[in-house]
């Protein structure tokens, strides 16, 4: 995905006078149009995803939410940067309460690769959400069944692999939650 050639520099105010027909993404003031819709296999990882984490966090202040979510990653300086990840967990309630997006970096993304995004997802993002602060990143490719989880440390992401034979891949974030990728991988 690259950025549309725009000579403008927006902000998330322009961002919401857009059509709600496209999806768009906006990072640094620069509009990323979003893919078409994800295919079968995407969506059945993310389904799987978010039950095993809605699940866990069953009674617990956190929240997980699925796209489209607009994500305003800099609300608190420019405001020119919203994104759309898969899947995403917030902890600090304050950051939903405007009732339309999430206001901050949320305590853990997960982005499931498509080929149109996968390039898109491992670099742009990733070092966009270390930048911000995203406690936790995980990239989920499912052509090869595997998982990236990039845990911030000092400002950096240190990353794991794992791959669909793991029952118990640990979420950081979540004290004690595990995530079985053999499950999640049997969707497709």
């Known amino acids: 995905?690259?950025?549309?050639?725009?000579?403008?520099?927006?902000?998330?105010?322009?961002?919401?006078?857009?059509?709600?027909s496209d999806r768009w993404e906006l990072?640094?003031?620069l509009p990323y149009a979003m893919a078409p819709a994800p295919s079968i296999g995407h969506q059945s990882i993310l389904v799987k995803l978010v039950t095993q984490?809605?699940?866990?966090?069953?009674?617990?202040?956190?929240?997980?939410?699925?796209?489209?979510t607009d994500v305003r990653l800099n609300a608190d300086s420019s405001d020119d940067t919203v994104v759309q990840p898969d899947i995403l967990v917030v902890c600090d309630r304050?950051?939903?309460?405007?009732?339309k997006s999430v206001v901050g970096?949320?305590?853990?993304?997960i982005e499931i690769l498509s080929p149109s995004t996968a390039k898109h997802d491992m670099l742009t993002k990733k070092r966009l959400y270390q930048k911000?602060?995203?406690?936790?990143?995980?990239?989920?490719?499912?052509?090869?069944?595997?998982?990236a989880v990039n845990v911030l440390h000092n400002g950096r992401y240190s990353s794991r692999?794992?791959?669909?034979?793991?029952t118990a891949v640990p979420v950081e974030v979540l004290d004690g939650c595990t995530i079985n990728f053999t499950d999640v991988f049997e969707a497709l």
């Open 1 to 20: 995905m690259e950025a549309l050639k725009y000579e403008e520099h927006y902000t998330y105010g322009d961002y919401c006078t857009w059509d709600d």
């Open 27 to 29: 990072i640094d003031g």
């Open 53 to 68: 984490l809605a699940i866990f966090l069953d009674g617990k202040p956190c929240k997980v939410l699925a796209a489209p």
């Open 94 to 99: 304050t950051k939903l309460e405007d009732g």
């Open 105 to 109: 970096a949320p305590d853990l993304i």
């Open 132 to 147: 911000s602060g995203v406690r936790e990143y995980w990239i989920v490719d499912p052509d090869s069944k595997a998982v």
């Open 161 to 166: 692999f794992f791959d669909e034979r793991d």
